[in-house]
Antibody, heavy 121, light 107 residues
Framework: QVQLVESGGTVVQPGRSLRLSCAASGFTFSSYAMHWVRQAPGMGLEWVAMISFDGSNKYYADSVKGRFTISRDISKSTLFLQMNSLRGEDTAVYFC??????????????WGRGTRVTVSS | DIQMTQSPPSLSASVGDRVTITCRAS??????LNWYQHKPGKAPKLLIYAVSILESGVPSRFSGSGSGSEFTLTISSLQPEDFASYYCQQTYSTTWTFGQGTKVEIK
């Protein structure tokens, strides 16, 4: 079935780096833009980054621009989020999600269950 | 960036109640407005896209309306499985934003 499974979350010290992965299955990964969304403890959803279906366009929230990089490996149907210079405020559950275009509108129709990142010394 | 303001931040309601959540964008966003439901420990779920179109499988008690910069999510008769957090989201700009969320709790 259509599925997204995140991995890579762990406890990491401030200033260090971490790479998250999102394995896609059950659909043609190369046909869809993909996103990362996060939820800090006790807070709401925050959109983090987006990559177009072919990887040619990438967009980032101001809070992560210059520190995080989104990428994808079509051959492995996997989405990545490289997170550098991590800060305490990056502590969150990170979700990957599929972007579907319906009636000329984008929406996130398939989500993973998330992977937890804790930034702490 | 486009700011999305939801109200109320939380509400208490009973099974069978009609519930309305409002979302205001800091500028007009045409029909680029979606609603999601999120329960703790689960993946968020798309409820409504393009302001008012129900995602497949979503019960008809959910509806969306609005235009320009003011939007509403309505649950016509709250069911036990509807107790969750709800988020609006704009996809008008290249950088998307969510509202702060509305937590619907049992009265």
């Amino acid at each position: 079935q259509v599925q997204l499974v995140e991995s890579g979350g762990t406890v990491v010290q401030p200033g260090r780096s971490l790479r998250l992965s999102c394995a896609a299955s059950g659909f043609t990964f190369s046909s869809y833009a993909m996103h990362w969304v996060r939820q800090a403890p006790g807070m709401g959803l925050e959109w983090v980054a987006m990559i177009s279906f072919d990887g040619s366009n990438k967009y980032y929230a101001d809070s992560v621009k210059g520190r995080f990089t989104i990428s994808r490996d079509i051959s492995k149907s996997t989405l990545f989020l490289q997170m550098n210079s991590l800060r305490g405020e990056d502590t969150a559950v990170y979700f990957c999600a599929r972007d579907v275009v319906i009636n000329n509108n984008d929406a996130l129709d398939i989500w993973g269950r998330g992977t937890r990142v804790t930034v702490s010394s | 960036d486009i700011q999305m303001t939801q109200s109320p931040p939380s509400l208490s309601a009973s099974v069978g109640d009609r519930v309305t959540i409002t979302c205001r964008a800091s500028q007009p966003i045409s029909t680029f407005l979606n609603w999601y439901q999120h329960k703790p420990g689960k993946a968020p779920k798309l409820l409504i896209y393009a302001v008012s179109i129900l995602e497949s499988g979503v019960p008809s008690r959910f509806s969306g309306s609005g235009s320009g910069s003011e939007f509403t999510l309505t649950i016509s008769s709250l069911q036990p499985e509807d107790f969750a957090s709800y988020y609006c989201q704009q996809t008008y700009s290249t950088t998307w934003t969510f509202g702060q969320g509305t937590k619907v709790e049992i009265k």
